[in-house]
């Protein structure tokens, strides 16, 4: 009978995983050890694939980062400024409806930024460039209230910790708001 080699392990691999374990277990799941066990693998493919575990932590936050202005550039195709603020708190207060994992990763994220400075600049960069987004749009449509995104931003990140309980919502929650917040100029 022959040996079955398993497939190699790829750097997607191992930051798929990690960002599972944050979800599931938190930070101290983020280690080369923890993580091979988790995966039924060696450290030495860990180690493959990253200098060190600071150098992980950060690969794990810039795809993060990398995904939340993916997101948020997705999210800014509309047509019109008005729609485009609308679809950009939407997509930021409704991310658990269209990408759960996501939404997962992103309380788990902002959990680890609590404890961890490289978390918390890596959220506190993300958390600027959607509140330089949302001031633009409003803006665009007349309000240039800097506070006015604080609280389209406050709003829609409190709406992600609503999750899967009223995650079909959320959508349209925000959506009100923003209708609000444009009634307003």
């Not at 497939?7 to 799941?29: F, H, S």
Request: charged residues 20%.
């Amino acid at each position: 009978m022959p040996l079955l080699r398993r497939p190699r392990l790829t750097r997607t691999d191992w930051l798929i995983a990690g960002l599972e374990a944050l979800c599931e277990i938190g930070p101290g799941a983020l280690g080369a050890e923890p993580l091979a066990r988790r995966i039924g693998t060696t450290k030495g493919s860990f180690y493959w694939h990253f200098n060190d575990v600071p150098a992980y932590h950060q690969a794990i936050l810039d795809l993060w980062a990398a995904e939340a202005e993916a997101t948020l550039t997705t999210a800014s195709e509309a047509a019109t400024d008005t729609s485009r603020l609308r679809d950009t708190a939407q997509t930021i207060a409704a991310s658990a409806q269209n990408d759960a994992a996501a939404m997962r990763a992103e309380s788990a994220i902002r959990a680890w930024a609590q404890d961890d400075p490289a978390a918390a600049a890596a959220v506190q960069a993300v958390d600027e460039r959607r509140l330089q987004r949302l001031h633009a749009l409003l803006s665009a449509c007349g309000i240039g209230n800097i506070e006015m995104a604080r609280i389209l931003y406050a709003a829609a990140i409190g709406m992600q910790a609503l999750r899967d309980r009223d995650a079909d919502r959320n959508a349209a929650a925000i959506g009100s708001l923003v209708d609000l917040v444009l009634a307003l100029r």
